[in-house]
């Protein structure tokens, strides 16, 4: 990092919401410098609320957005070319429980890459967000759309790529996994945890990038990726966010006192997960930057003592180049 932003991140202290509000006015007036661009020969599909004829998948929500309520719910189907329908991926967005959709660009580009290289129908769901809907809602949602998954594919498309009917086709997995960011990255393996032995029989992995592991912000490296401009060291991006902070920012998901009445509950923190739904688990992958202040939520999480019989990766990057990391990736899914 350059002597310049070092010196403005060590002049201006944001706190955690100012700093997601500022990073999203960034992405909305397209100022940011994600790639944003979708893997090419993808389709996407949109499933409605109403459309599979379950109560539980997708489910309408809404949101209160300044005087407009906006209708949501709504999922996305990514399907490659010449993809095996019956080998499936769900995908489950970051954003603190709080903010973004399946619908933004930079997560239509984060799913499609995935489908693309990893050569799986994926599943991207618009579970539902706090303040209107508080824990364990964001937990049911991956729940239920993963049980979904196990039993419902991509529907049928026609020479001209039009979907026959409706947007699915009734027809069993033969292999799941889920892979979520952020708070998604938690979501995935809390909802892989609670699965039934008919969905366990088919997932073969779950994916955590830079997963929020621990809401109760419990883990050493809160004080140890903690930013110092002087040194430039540290979490840059999270700067003066501390251990009240990161517990403030739970409760916008877990509600008021919600770090003390549910922080350590396996379904918000998968990180206090007991042994026995560890060792349920599937392969796992969690990768996560060496310098953020959630790093031990991914280092930790998964004690091997705990989890005897199933292999671990944990990737640690000191740059996470993920868009150029999904070819690997894909290779390894398809072993």
Not at 32 to 45: E, H, N
Not at 102 to 109: A, F, G, I, L, T
Not at 296 to 323: N, T
């Amino acid at each position: 990092m350059g002597k310049r932003v070092a010196e403005g991140i060590k002049r201006v202290k944001q706190s955690q919401r100012e700093l997601e509000s500022s990073i999203l006015r960034r992405c909305a007036s397209g100022r940011d410098r994600l790639d944003k661009r979708l893997a090419t020969g993808v389709k996407i599909i949109k499933v409605a609320p109403g459309s599979t004829g379950s109560k539980d998948f997708p489910r309408l929500w809404k949101r209160d957005e300044g005087d407009r309520t906006k209708i949501r719910g709504s999922a996305e189907w990514y399907i490659p070319r010449r993809a095996d329908l019956r080998r499936r991926m769900l995908f489950l967005h970051g954003g603190s429980y709080v903010v973004y959709a399946p619908c933004d660009s930079v997560y239509r580009s984060l799913a499609s890459r995935l489908a693309s290289q990893c050569g799986l129908c994926v599943l991207s769901i618009d579970y539902r967000l706090a303040p209107e809907h508080r824990f364990p809602a964001a937990f049911e949602d991956a729940c239920a759309a993963l049980k979904w998954l196990s039993v419902n594919g991509p529907p049928e498309v026609n020479g001209q790529g039009k979907v026959k009917g409706a947007p699915f086709s009734a027809s069993p997995a033969r292999d799941l996994f889920v892979c979520g960011d952020s708070a998604g990255g938690g979501l995935a393996l809390a909802a892989s945890m609670a699965q039934r032995a008919f969905v366990r029989e088919r997932l073969r992995g779950v994916i955590g990038l830079s997963a929020w592991n621990d809401l109760t912000a419990s883990t050493p490296s809160y004080d140890t990726r903690q930013w110092c401009p002087e040194q430039c060291w540290g979490d840059a991006v999270n700067a003066g966010v501390d251990r009240k902070s990161g517990r403030e920012e739970a409760e916008a998901y877990l509600g008021r006192r919600g770090v003390q009445l549910h922080g350590r509950d396996w379904r918000a923190s998968p990180f206090f997960a007991p042994a026995g739904r560890l060792r349920a688990l599937p392969s796992v992958l969690l990768q996560v930057g060496d310098f953020e202040l959630i790093l031990d939520e991914s280092v930790c999480c998964l004690p091997l003592a705990a989890w005897p019989k199933i292999g671990s990766i944990l990737g640690l990057l000191r740059e996470v180049l993920l868009h150029k990391r999904l070819e690997k990736l894909g290779r390894s899914l398809n072993e």
